[in-house]
């Protein structure tokens, strides 16, 4: 899947407790997406990268922090995972601005 | 900001029919609508795509046209197979206050192709 692996692939925690999500890319591309999907609600932006260090906020970002210190890593962290965070969070890549995703194939977090 | 409804959120089909998914969205300032496809326990696939300049784009059984002014667009596929059964999103871009654009999307379709 153009290169992209995230993980864990699945992940159980318990409220309060922090957690970090990676998403890795072999494709050096410049732009990176984190999106959660929940049932009735399709696609939300969490975060986005437009290169190393640059990172802004998303639609649903409360709760969440990222961090990108090289090109091939998106890091997405839950400082204190809630219930409402239950969620298969997506990591996306894109080569250039208002271009085409492409997908990683998730991580399903259950938050308990 | 944007909002992509799309409609229906459930399809029925007969193999060999016709399907079409339909989306509409809000900013006008919006130029670019890819649509994809998600199998089950997999990511969204790029299926096809659609830029703002233009008002209709085939690929093989699948085309997506789009009204700029009545601001929605539509997925359609002709002659479905059983492979064809999935969950379907449309996307809208949108642009933020960085300068850059990332993509909002509908709430799915799933469409069911019976043999």
């Known amino acids: 899947d153009a290169g992209i692996t995230q993980s864990p692939r699945h992940k159980v925690t318990e409220t309060g407790t922090p957690v970090t999500l990676r998403c890795h890319q072999t494709e050096n591309h410049r732009y990176m997406y984190w999106y959660r999907q929940d049932p009735g609600h399709g696609l939300r932006l969490i975060h986005y990268s437009y290169g190393v260090k640059d990172t802004d906020k998303g639609e649903v970002s409360d709760g969440y922090s990222v961090s990108r210190s090289k090109t091939e890593d998106f890091l997405l962290t839950l400082e204190s995972a809630t219930s409402s965070q239950t969620s298969v969070y997506f990591c996306?890549?894109?080569?250039?601005?208002?271009?085409?995703?492409?997908f990683g194939n998730g991580t399903r977090l259950t938050v308990t | 900001g944007e909002n992509v409804e799309q409609h229906p959120s459930t399809l029925s089909v007969q193999e060999g029919d016709s399907a079409v998914i339909k989306c509409t969205y809000s900013d006008s300032a919006s130029n670019y609508f890819p649509w994809y496809k998600q199998e089950l326990g997999k990511g969204p696939q790029l299926i096809i795509d659609i830029r703002s300049n233009v008002g209709e784009k085939k690929d093989q059984r699948i085309a997506v046209t789009l009204n700029k002014t009545a601001k929605h667009f539509s997925l359609h596929i002709t002659e479905t197979q059983p492979e064809d059964s999935a969950v379907y999103f449309c996307?809208?871009?949108?642009?933020?206050?960085?300068?850059?654009?990332?993509?909002?999307f509908g709430k799915g379709t799933m469409l069911l192709v019976s043999p």
């Open positions: 996306a890549i894109s080569d250039r601005d208002n271009s085409p995703l492409h």
């Open positions: 996307a809208a871009s949108i642009k933020w206050r960085s300068g850059y654009s990332t993509l909002t």
